[in-house]
Structure formats: C-alpha cells, structure tokens
C-alpha cells in the first residue's frame, strides 16, 4: 500500500496541489518580472516568501522562457559572501541546463577562472572555489553582472532577505549593487525582505541608492476563510476528519503565520490514523513538541540579548501586540525603568528583527518565540 503523501509541506518545493492560495500574490509576480519590472516582496519570516518564488519559478511562463536564480543572504556578512553565493547559483544552476552559457560563465568570470576544477569522468568543470578565492569581490560582481548582460535568455534573479546588504561593512554596497541593476536588459530582479522598516527605508526613501526602482508587493497572511476549507478538504481527501474550529484555533494562535500553521498540521496529520479524528489533544501536542524543538535555539537568543531590551521582548509577548510602549502605563504595568530605555531598547530589538512595528503596534517576529517566552515565564496558553 504506497505512503500518505503529507499535504502540509514545510520545506523543499512545493506541488501545486499543496499549494494553498497566493493567487493574486502569483499573477503580480509574474506580471511585473515578465514585463521587464523588478519586484520587492515584504512579509515577515517564514510567511512564504520562497514558496511563492519558486512556485512562481516552476510556471511555463517562466520556467520556459527565462534562467531563474535564487538566493538567501540572511547569514551573509560581507560584499565577498554575497559574491560568492550568486556566483555559486548562477554556476550550479545553469550545470544541468546550459553547457554553452556554463562555458560562457567560466570565460566571464576571469577574475577567479583558475579556480575552477574539473570533472574528468563526467567531463565537466566543477565550482570548488572557496570564499577566499575571490580576492577582489567587487571586481568579480562586475563579471557576474556582465555576464548575466550576455546569457542567451533572460534572467530572473531573487535574492530573499536582502535588507542584508545594508549591514555589510563595506560602505555604498546599495548604491554599488543599483548601479549594476539599473544598466541590465536582460535581467530583472526579486528583492524579498522580512525586516520592514528596513526594505521600505531601502525601497521608499528618496535619499536611498534604490528609491523608486521597483513595485512593491507585501505579503500578508493568507485569510483563514481561504486557510481552514485548504486544511479541511486534505483531511477529507485522505479520509481523515478534523473540526473547522479546530483549525480556525491554530490559525489564530500564530496570527496566519504560514509556517508555524502548516508545522502545526505537518505533525498533527501525521499523528492522525486514517479513517480517524485529529482531536485537540494531537493538535497541543503538536505545537507543544515544536515549541519544545525550538527550545535551545529560543535560549540562545536571550543569552545574546541585554537585560533592557529583554525585559521590553517580555512585555511585548506577553501583550501579543503592544501600543505606546513608551507611555507611563505600559512602563509601570510592565515594571520597565523609563519611557527613554524602553525607546532605545525597541530600536536595538527592531534592528535585530526580534520585533516588528505595523500600525504603530509592536510585535514578536517570530509567534513561536513568542509562545516559548510566555510559556518560561508563566503566561502560556495554546489551543
């Protein structure tokens, strides 16, 4: 009897049957890239930014038509890394697709071609270069760039997490990577972001290098009357049964949080023998074991963060969302030193994307972090 596939996939690409909504989201993507637009998507982390683009990557439109690149520069530090990582993209993806643009690559990229290997039983060169390799990164951008001018079909390159870049030592990298961007024809660009007050300051303000040079779509959280019948209807498909109220409680929990939804209902689905009720016991138990995975990781955190602004993430997870923080009500209730520090310790926590400010209320980024502190000290509840 083959396997259940597990409808709620939360890593690796996902099928277009598991895929649940992002319709319009989808349509704007591809409409902006393909009409030669560069496009910056802004939506907190894990709420499905690389989903969308590398569904959006596998449509005819695009997979037909274009090169399409991808890559994650959360953990980057440095112009040299940054380099590096798109240079390791643009080579490892065109390996299986392009042995003319794979030469042509080789040949662009001068500045680091002797470090290139080579695999003689499959007859092909290899990329075992290392960071260090790239001496001259700046240069080696110039290359890429070029060489991205020159491919024999247009390119789609997305680089998530790319308020990054403004974190860099290295003075005028915006300014730098614009001037590359504004002079190619035959590329256009994805600039995804979860720290917002970053990317609209990079995208928005008229004193910054990339003011006004693409559309701006935020992603929001999918509604739960789209959400719950998704959930509901691959129960049902896999003849498993579980209560739409139920459902509508873990989506409130996480407040629409993509990934913590679908780990939520990853786990509990796996849980539920078929023919069988996913109850709310399965459920707690479910998110109790992810908050329980995530907790060395959640502990880590504190351990790097000073008393002040820790003080002021408690407060702020135990409100859910919390409004004028600074004023003398908030302070007292939450036993804070002045409406001074907690300013400054809300820019330090903004800044370390520990928290986020929408409509004048702030938030935990992350809902899970933010259930594991109310559950260390004592106002926890779930389901």
Known sequence: MPKTTNPFVVTGKIAPEYFCDRIAESARLI??????????????????????????????????????????????????????????????????????????????????????????????????????????????????????????????????EFQQIAKYPEKNIEALLRTHIQKQANSNFIFAGSERHMMQEMFTSAAKPFYNSADILEMKAISPEI????????????????????????????????????????EAFTNTPEREACTIGIIRTAIDNMIASNDTIFREILSNIPEKQKTLLYAIAKEGEAERITSSEFIKRH?????????????????????????????????????????????????
Request: charged content about 20%; aromatic content about 14%.
């Open 31 to 160: 409409k902006s890239v393909t009409n030669c637009n560069n496009l910056v998507i802004i939506s907190p982390r894990r709420m499905g930014k690389t989903g969308l683009i590398q569904f959006c990557y596998d449509k005819p439109e695009i997979s037909q038509e274009y090169y399409t690149f991808f890559i994650d520069i959360l953990h980057t530090s440095s112009l040299r890394e940054f380099t590096y990582l798109l240079g390791k993209e643009i080579y490892e993806t065109l390996l299986p697709q392009s042995r003319k643009m794979l030469k042509l690559f080789i040949q662009t990229i001068k500045s680091i071609s002797g470090k290139f290997g080579f695999d003689p039983i499959f007859n092909v060169p290899t990329f075992n270069i290392e960071l260090g390799d790239i001496e001259r990164p700046e240069y080696t951008l110039d290359e890429i760039f070029q060489y991205l001018a020159h491919a024999d079909k247009p390119c789609i390159i997305a680089i998530d």
């Open 227 to 266: 959400y719950v019948p998704f959930v509901l209807k691959h129960f049902e498909k896999c003849q498993k049964n579980i209560e739409a109220a139920d459902v509508e409680k873990v989506y409130h929990l996480f407040k629409g949080h993509t990934y913590y939804i679908q780990k939520t209902f990853n």
């Open 335 to 383: 036993s804070l030193s002045s409406a001074s520090s907690v300013q400054s310790a809300a820019k330090k926590l903004l800044e370390k994307a520990l928290i986020t400010k929408s409509n004048k209320a702030f938030s935990v980024t992350d809902k899970l972090f933010a259930m594991w502190i109310n559950k260390i000290y004592g106002n926890y509840s779930t389901v």
